[in-house]
């Protein structure tokens, strides 16, 4: 079968990297893809969001599945834009539908489904521009520290956490009348604060059954200790050791049973991955988001850890045979450590050739902002490498890849040296 994955980043090429060991995977294209990508697929120079571009090129090469990566044509509704076109309508998308994806769209959204089917979250309420003084009167009956996130899409950047209740209420009036976010923060959902330790649970879903991947827990500051500003995410580590049996216990019963039945109540088309941001409080877990589509760099320690053909998970996704497979995890833990480019989260350059690729052993270097230039693997984003690495436990599978990241080379690149150490 030819396959065609959308997307650019670290979790498209861990994705491919992934489906090319099914011999269920004749072909596979990516759009736009990366360097890495390069490597291993065909890259095609596509916009995701595109859909008349994708269906050009799927019926040019007879694509037989599309398995979207990032966040944006599910929300933007590309399930729905294959189903109701008849030349596209048998090829499966591996996705939410327009309705579904409104989980990630949609924070309001998001936490009204919540509440609605009973699924432990954090007390919230949203505001718009008109009703910022309610939202500042909202944040005086919270105790610090005040969580503000922006309702749309912000690119895993809309979210504030502050400790100054003056400070959290300059913040709302920025991002609600002067669109500190743009559009996304045209509504901001104020929360109540959880204190506790976070981590992701990633399911697969066919729109009737479910199976659950390993948990993983992603380190989204840029600076040690977890300082500093909000990024993409720094580095992860699978499977999280604190999400011990009777944890995930709670975590299927109380999370996962009642959002695939809420989907199936609602009569929302869903099928693909549904990613659940927890945190754990006490010993009880709380939902902070939902995503739809698989995490960066989360997928880079998720599928090393996948022994089963995700290709065909897949097909049985896309049929609603989910309940035939049984999924094989490898026992071991992985761990990946972002690369990321001098400057970033704020302003850094691009362009800067990458060294030592070839030097690396014993890790998998899945690229998340490169591109080929004049034969060179350069540096074209925030984030430009993850240094993926087994081992019988975290803290092995952590020291190689610092041991790999060592050969790496590029000019101000950075990384940081404290990821998984919270955990020891």
């Known amino acids: 079968m ?6 650019s980043g670290g979790r498209e090429h861990a994705l491919a990297w992934k489906m090319l060991q099914s011999l269920h995977c004749t072909q596979l294209f990516v759009a736009p893809g990366n360097a890495g990508t390069a490597a291993i697929a065909t890259n095609v120079d596509i916009n995701p969001n ?24 599910l929300v933007n509704g590309i399930y729905d834009f294959f189903k109701n076109d008849v030349e596209l309508t048998a090829i499966p998308v591996i996705g939410p539908s327009k309705e579904g994806a409104q989980l990630e769209g949609s924070k309001e959204y998001a936490k009204q489904f919540l509440v609605r089917h009973h699924i432990p979250t954090a007390r919230y309420e949203s505001f718009t521009p008109e009703t910022v003084e309610q939202g500042c009167a909202f944040l005086e009956s919270l105790t610090a520290p005040y969580v503000l996130k922006a309702d749309g899409l912000a690119a895993g950047k809309g979210v504030l956490i502050l400790t100054d209740l003056e400070e959290a209420k300059t913040e709302l009036r920025n991002m609600l009348v002067h669109a500190k976010f743009g559009s996304a923060s045209a509504k901001v959902v104020i929360e109540e604060f959880l204190s506790g330790i976070e981590l992701s649970c990633f399911v697969l879903t066919d729109g009737k059954s479910y199976k659950i991947l390993p948990t993983a827990k992603d380190y989204k500051r840029i600076g040690e ?18 999400a011990d049996a009777a944890f995930m216990e709670k975590v299927e019963t109380r999370i996962v049973k009642p959002t695939i039945a809420g989907l199936q109540q609602e009569n929302i088309e869903y099928k693909g991955f549904v990613f659940i941001g927890l945190i754990k409080v006490g010993d009880d877990p709380f ?19 996948l022994q089963s053909d995700l290709v065909a998970i897949f097909k049985a996704v896309a049929e609603q045979q989910l309940d035939t497979i049984t999924l094989e995890i490898d026992p071991r833990s992985a761990t990946t450590i972002m690369v990321v480019s001098g400057g970033y989260p704020e302003g850094y350059e691009k362009g800067k050739t990458i060294s030592g690729l070839e030097a690396v052993k014993d890790s998998i270097v899945f690229h998340a902002g ?10 074209h984003g925030g984030r430009v490498l993850a240094v993926t690495s087994y081992g019988e436990t975290y803290q092995e599978a952590i020291k190689k890849s610092y041991q790999n990241i060592a050969k790496l080379h590029f000019d101000k690149m950075y990384y940081r040296t404290d990821i998984g150490f919270d955990l020891f």
């Open 2 to 7: 030819t396959i065609l994955l959308l997307g």
């Open 370 to 379: 490169t591109k080929l230039q004049e034969g060179q693997v350069v540096s």
């Open 50 to 73: 595109d859909f008349q571009a994708v269906k050009q090129f799927c019926l040019a090469h007879q694509v037989g599945m599309v398995v979207v990566g990032p966040e944006d044509p």
């Open 287 to 305: 939902v902070i988001e939902y995503n739809v589509r698989m995490g960066d760099p989360e997928t880079e320690v998720v599928m090393p850890l």
């Open 225 to 242: 200790g977890d300082t500093g500003l909000n990024t993409g995410g720094m580095g992860a580590v699978s499977p999280v050791p604190f």
